[in-house]
T-cell receptor, first 114, second 117 residues
Framework: QKEVEQNSGPLSVPEGAIASLNCTYSDRGSQSFFWYRQYSGKSPELIMSIYSNGDKEDGRFTAQLNKASQYVSLLIRDSQPSDSATYLCAVPLRASGSARQLTFGSGTQLTVLP | GAVVSQHPSRVICKSGTSVKIECRSLDFQATTMFWYRQFPKQSLMLMATSNEGSKATYEQGVEKDKFLINHASLTLSTLTVTSAHPEDSSFYIC?????????????FGPGTRLTVL
């Protein structure tokens, strides 16, 4: 089992729809979870972080965390073509000195169709 | 969010030469920075963890004598690809954390695209 697992996609949704991206993780002790967006040819950009069970909303983005199920998701409401990118789920799974290294899922490629 | 810069953004070099990539945290101090490599259509691969004032920690399979990392200050880490070969051509990205807790967010630089001829 991979440490951080995502549906690789690709996922296509029509403009205006809700895009749902899913991620599961193996370390039950994980406490923090991050979603990054990566456009083709660019570096990842942090879009959401979540630490507590439940939902966290930021504009059109909602992160959902269920630690009992070891599951974190990202919902994008009113999807726009500019949301087309690869979305990476990242979890700090182990310590390296005084800072935590992120372990990334393989990413889900999202395409929003006009 | 915090800003991380990288220089150069793109470099083309001949096989056998060395290339230095700089990573700077512009508006915060970072005791730890991370270096990643990404091949086309693949996910990020962590190469090493760079700690200010101490030796870097390399991931398994990454040659520390080939990928030299120096973290001389709280705002600057450098990656030097020594004796580069075509198989080293890749997208190199650094990141820096706002702090030492797992709750601290990490921010990525814009990346450096290396092409070795």
């Amino acid at each position: 089992q991979k440490e951080v697992e995502q549906n690789s996609g690709p996922l296509s949704v029509p403009e205006g729809a809700i895009a749902s991206l899913n991620c599961t993780y193996s370390d039950r002790g994980s406490q923090s979870f991050f979603w990054y967006r990566q456009y083709s040819g660019k570096s990842p950009e942090l879009i959401m972080s979540i630490y507590s069970n439940g939902d966290k909303e930021d504009g059109r983005f909602t992160a959902q965390l269920n630690k009992a199920s070891q599951y974190v998701s990202l919902l994008i409401r009113d999807s726009q073509p500019s949301d087309s990118a690869t979305y990476l789920c990242a979890v700090p799974l182990r310590a390296s000195g005084s800072a935590r290294q992120l372990t990334f899922g393989s990413g889900t490629q999202l395409t929003v169709l006009p | 969010g915090a800003v991380v810069s990288q220089h150069p953004s793109r470099v083309i070099c001949k096989s056998g030469t060395s290339v230095k990539i700089e990573c700077r945290s512009l508006d915060f101090q970072a005791t730890t920075m991370f270096w990643y490599r990404q091949f086309p259509k693949q996910s990020l691969m962590l190469m090493a963890t760079s700690n200010e004032g101490s030796k870097a920690t390399y991931e398994q399979g990454v040659e520390k004598d080939k990928f030299l990392i120096n973290h001389a200050s709280l705002t600057l880490s450098t990656l030097t690809v020594t004796s580069a070969h075509p198989e080293d051509s890749s997208f190199y990205i650094c990141s820096a954390s706002l702090g030492d807790s797992s709750y601290n967010e990490q921010f990525f630089g814009p990346g450096t695209r290396l092409t070795v001829l």
